[in-house]
């Protein structure tokens, strides 16, 4: 049959589908995730999982930590195009910020730093933050315990 | 851009808007009015009315116009439900239904009837002995979908409106995904009441229909004037209607072979998906069904991001799942069918039609195959 003429090939296709409603920078985020992937295990200072997966999203984060700032970070995504984008966002705001400053990062942070979200996908900029103070907080134990260690060897 | 979301909606056929163009232009008279001008618009109604009927196989005066699919399940379950509340106040249903009839169930129950959402086996369908037992006394409809949106499974609608009709309850299918789809007229279904909707096979939005068999009383849902016999008021959708028929025999038309030859891609399809792509499930694959829908679930992968990834492609699809609230809910279909959460938020939707031909499902796997790969690449599951 003829093709009708809302068939029309379209050279750029239309970024903002009719279901999902995320802007270009989402779209970005969630094409070209900043940060992605892990951290190798001797690198790798603080570890955060959260989320569940048939709750919807999970996320895995990793840091490294340089002079009481995060050098590295890494992370992956299982969830909606939001929680992926989200999720790089936050790494991107993380990135060489002092722990301090971390943790002081928002979900509202990164929805503005997205230019915006979808008020039903607002949850979705939760996950990354939790997931970083996660690895501030296995960070911060692990460094407690690095400390004990010192303490308690036997002096010469 | 290739449209593989049929379920959704359908692209107008270019001899249907042809069909209703003077409905727009020139004879906009009101079909109710009593001048001859008005006659021309009344004319097109019946003529309608007559000729969805022949394709249906029942009287015009059985075919009531709606605004849409949803409207023709409202007044069916609600039209029932208010007019055999004397009777009982029960009503047997699937937990598969489109929300047009799960939530209207809903609202009933709040309103003091009772509902029974009967579960359905791995493959989506009902169990047609599970339907007899969930049978009381105070039963008075039995409302199951022909063919699911999300998997198409069909029902055995013959068999329940055979038992419908032996204990005397009415039945309503909803057949919106199944019409202009399946090469046999409506009224073989053998239901009492069978929703249908005029986009869903390349007709005008905002036009349906509901066949209610002859001498059924339904309680209008829109009250107002006498349209429709008294079953539906308000100002016939004169163009509409025109298009709604006009689409209706051009989809039963050609029915027979785009039955065969959609059924035939939408195999290819599955084939190709699960040679191309490691941890693909088809979900409803051993049940009958339409022959343009597929239902896929992706092992580690969230079918938003999916559906996303292939719109960056010019690919249209959907999800199985809609997330309406908030928090993802995954399908209800896919859940009753016993997948897990994760399984059915991982899960697409990918719907043929006809323009579909076999470059645009090898177009669509190769785009497919490249997004799947890179979520996982990206999963932390």
Same mark, same amino acid.
């Given at each position: ?156 | 851009?290739?449209?593989?979301? %049929? ?90 239904? %489109? ?35 969930? +049978?009381?006394?105070?039963? #008075?409809?039995?409302?199951?979908? %022909? ?9 055995? #609608? ?27 007229? +409506? ?18 939005? *905002? ?35 025109? *298009?709604?028929? %006009? ?58 991001? #999916? ?60 785009? +497919? ?13």
């Amino acid at each position: 049959m003829e093709i009708p003429s809302n068939h029309r090939n379209e050279e750029q296709p239309e970024y903002s589908g009719p279901i999902l409603f995320y802007n270009n920078d989402v779209i970005d985020h969630f094409t070209n995730p900043r940060n992605i992937g892990e951290l190798l295990q001797n690198e790798t200072d603080g570890y955060g999982l959260v989320g569940d997966p048939d709750c919807g999203d999970q996320m895995k984060l990793w840091i490294s930590i340089r002079a009481g700032k995060i050098a590295k970070i890494a992370f992956k995504s299982y969830g909606c195009p939001g929680a992926i984008a989200t999720s790089s966002m936050l790494t991107d705001l993380a990135k060489d910020k002092t722990i301090e400053e971390a943790k002081r990062i928002t979900d509202d942070d990164v929805v503005e730093a997205l230019g915006g979200i979808p008020e039903r996908k607002k949850h979705c900029s939760l996950l990354g933050v939790l997931a970083l103070q996660a690895a501030i907080k296995d960070w911060e134990t692990r460094f407690r315990l690095q400390e004990k260690k010192t303490r308690d060897l036997p002096r010469p | 851009m290739i449209y593989l979301d %049929h379920n959704a909606t359908t692209p107008l056929d270019p001899r249907v808007l042809e069909a209703m163009m003077p409905y727009f232009k020139d004879n906009w008279g009101n079909p109710s009015s009593p001048y001859r001008f008005a006659n021309r618009a009344k004319t097109a109604v019946e003529k309608a009315r007559q000729r969805i009927a022949e394709c249906a196989e029942c009287k015009p005066e059985e075919i009531v116009f709606t605004s849409s699919g949803t409207e023709s399940d409202n007044l069916a379950v609600r039209g029932a439900a208010y007019t055999l509340r004397s009777r009982g106040n029960h009503i047997v249903t699937t937990s598969i239904e %489109h929300h047009a009839v799960l939530n209207t169930c809903k609202a009933l129950e709040a309103e003091g009837f009772r509902a029974t959402y009967l579960p359905v086996n791995s493959t989506g369908a009902v169990d047609i002995r599970e339907v007899e037992e969930s +049978l009381i006394p105070e039963t #008075i409809l039995v409302s199951v979908m %022909h063919a699911n949106n999300e998997t198409g499974t069909i029902q055995p #609608i013959k068999e329940i409106a055979d038992l419908a009709k032996q204990r005397g309850i009415l039945f309503h299918t909803d057949a919106v995904q199944s019409t202009g789809k399946i090469p046999q007229p +409506l009224c073989k279904l053998g239901a009492d009441l069978i929703s249908f909707s005029g986009h869903k096979f390349y007709g005008p939005k *905002g036009t349906a229909a509901l066949y209610v068999r002859e001498n059924t009383q339904l309680a209008p849902v829109i009250t107002g004037g006498l349209q429709e016999r008294g079953f539906r008021a308000g100002t016939d959708n004169v163009a509409g209607i025109v *298009g709604l028929a %006009h689409a209706l025999s051009l989809a039963m038309e050609s029915s027979d072979k785009e039955y065969t030859r959609l059924r035939e891609l939408r195999n290819h399809l599955e084939s190709r998906v699960c040679t191309v792509i490691s941890g693909v499930k088809i979900n409803g694959a051993e049940a009958p069904r339409i022959p343009n829908t597929t239902n896929l679930s992706f092992d580690s992968v969230d079918g938003e991001s #999916i559906v996303l990834g292939l719109d960056l492609h010019g690919i249209c699809i959907s999800t199985g799942s809609a997330c309406s609230t908030g928090e993802p809910e995954p399908s209800h279909v896919l859940l009753a069918m016993g997948l897990s959460p994760k399984e059915a938020q991982g899960s697409i939707r990918i719907s043929l039609g006809k323009v579909t031909q076999e470059k645009d499902i090898d177009a669509t796997i190769h785009a +497919l195959s490249k997004t799947v790969n890179r979520l996982r690449a990206i999963s932390s599951v």
